[in-house]
């Protein structure tokens, strides 16, 4: 039997949408140094596959780690989970 690793989550807001079926989604990840304990904060752009065009710029989407798709495209958007109140351009 083929065992496939767990995928990759992460929630982020989409910031840009200048190509077709691309996004770029910034994620924001708060944790502690396992060694010294101290918070961290790591941030960064992400470009994202969106098959069907359902998100625009201030979403909040939900994205799944995939097989890479270009040479800067291995996430796609799973879902969205907040729509934007005013569309962002």
């Given amino acids: 039997m083929l065992h496939r690793a767990k995928r990759k989550y992460r929630i982020g807001t989409v910031v840009g949408e200048k190509c077709s079926k691309t996004r770029q989604v ?3 990840r708060v944790y502690a140094h ?4 101290v918070v961290v904060r790591s941030r960064g752009k ?3 596959h969106d098959n069907c065009d359902i998100s625009h710029n ?3 989407v939900k994205i799944m780690e995939a097989r ?3 040479k ?4 796609v958007i799973v879902e969205v989970i907040k729509k934007a109140r ?3 351009s």
């Avoid at 396992?34 to 304990?37: D, F, H, P, Q, T």
């Avoid at 800067?72 to 996430?75: D, E, G, I, M, N």
């Fill in 26 to 28: 910034f994620t924001e």
């Fill in 34 to 37: 396992s060694l010294y304990g």
């Fill in 46 to 48: 992400i470009a994202v």
């Fill in 58 to 60: 201030g979403d909040i």
């Fill in 68 to 70: 890479p798709m270009s």
């Fill in 72 to 75: 800067t495209k291995k996430w």
């Fill in 86 to 88: 005013v569309k962002l």
